[in-house]
């Protein structure tokens, strides 16, 4: 059974830092594309960053590219977001995810993620 279990999340204010962690156990870690997604209210589930299972391919969504950066430590199944340059706009919900075949590239498309985390919310006041 894979669990992935979110944390880092809070409030902070326009222009501050966080860092949400992803803790990945029920398959080996290292052999799976990771992902980070948002969904602020009313709105649907958006892409953030994904991290390849060898860390060579890290796409990221247009709006946080230049103040994200997502990371993976293999040896602890874990995947980070560090989040620099918050805006109001990030505030959201942050779900983790994790690719449902093996190896392969860093996908952006939420099918490709079969299994996801409960979320962390993020709140980026002004």
């Known amino acids: 059974q894979v669990q992935l279990v979110e944390s880092g999340g809070g409030l902070v204010q326009a222009g501050g830092s966080l860092r949400l962690s992803c803790g990945a156990s029920g398959r080996i870690f290292s052999m799976h594309t990771m992902g980070w997604f948002r969904q602020a209210p009313g709105k649907e589930r958006e892409f953030v960053a994904a991290?390849?299972?060898?860390?060579?391919?890290?796409p990221y969504a247009d709006s946080v590219k230049g103040r994200f950066t997502i990371s993976r430590d293999n040896a602890k199944n874990t995947v980070y977001l560090q989040m620099s340059s918050l805006k109001p706009e990030d505030t959201a919900v942050y779900y983790c995810?994790?690719?449902?075949?093996?190896?392969?590239?860093?996908?952006?498309?939420?099918?490709?993620?079969?299994?996801w985390g409960q979320g962390t919310q993020v709140t980026v006041s002004s």
């Open positions: 995810a994790q690719r449902a075949l093996a190896y392969g590239p860093a996908h952006t498309t939420r099918g490709e993620y079969a299994y």
């Open positions: 991290i390849s299972w060898n860390a060579e391919s890290t």
